[in-house]
């Protein structure tokens, strides 16, 4: 059983277009986690959600909107996609806000040409 | 807010060779983790590690949370080693990671 999925695990599309990213939780986690890994690795938090509520909101263009429609799933969805965005995003899950061990999706590879 | 310096950023090893991974932070260290990134870019968890030490086959970490640092051992290395070690703590709210240790074992 995957404890936190992500889907899709690849993502090719052109600059302008609009995209989602999906995940979920199966660990009973009160907390989610939208983080981003650039070209050289470095791990950065997007967003955090606790029991469905926003708690951290980094310096992410409003372009970039996070929804959770229950506590197991978290959703990523990115307006008007920019050659910056290309990247790595990463799913992650916690007992709670900001504390315990963090559990990490398999990653969604966005390329935009 | 907190900053995480790790050490060294990159590390070529013979395998079976040992090598000792370095966590600094700026602030008190709090839920401190290390996960190791393979090649395939997926994040494993290594050790959930506040303070102490942590034992896992090859692996070990020790956390002086007093200090401000933490630290992973990896004895006997082996080519599966390879990847990005990261270690990241919470400081108010949200988690900090480090910038990585980029490790390759050589066979």
């Known amino acids: 059983d995957t404890a936190v999925s992500q889907t899709p695990k690849y993502l090719v599309t052109q600059m302008g277009n609009d995209k989602s990213i999906k995940c979920e939780q199966n660990l009973g986690h009160d907390t989610m986690y939208w983080y981003k890994q650039d070209s050289k690795k470095f791990l950065k938090i997007m967003f955090s959600y606790n029991n469905k509520e926003l708690i951290i909101n980094e310096t992410v263009p409003n372009r970039f909107s996070p929804k959770s429609p229950d506590k197991a799933h978290l959703n990523l969805h990115i307006n008007s996609l920019e050659l910056g965005d290309s990247a790595v995003y990463f799913c992650?899950?916690?007992?709670?806000?900001?504390?315990?061990?963090?559990?990490f999706g398999p990653g969604t590879r966005l390329l935009v040409l | 807010g907190i900053q995480v310096e790790q050490s060294p950023p990159d590390l070529i090893l013979q395998e079976g060779a040992n090598s000792t991974l370095r966590c600094n932070f700026s602030d008190s260290v709090n839920n401190l983790q290390w996960f190791h990134q393979n090649p395939w870019g997926q994040l494993i968890n290594l050790f959930y590690i506040p303070s102490g030490t942590k034992q896992n086959g090859r692996l070990s970490a020790t956390t002086v949370a007093t200090e401000r640092y933490s630290l992973l051992y990896i004895s006997s290395s082996q080519t599966t080693d390879s990847g990005v070690y990261f270690c990241?703590?919470?400081?108010?709210?949200?988690?900090?990671f480090g910038t990585g240790t980029r490790l390759k074992v050589l066979a």
């Open positions: 990241g703590s919470s400081g108010t709210y949200k988690y900090i």
């Open positions: 992650a899950s916690s007992q709670a806000q900001g504390e315990g061990t963090q559990y």
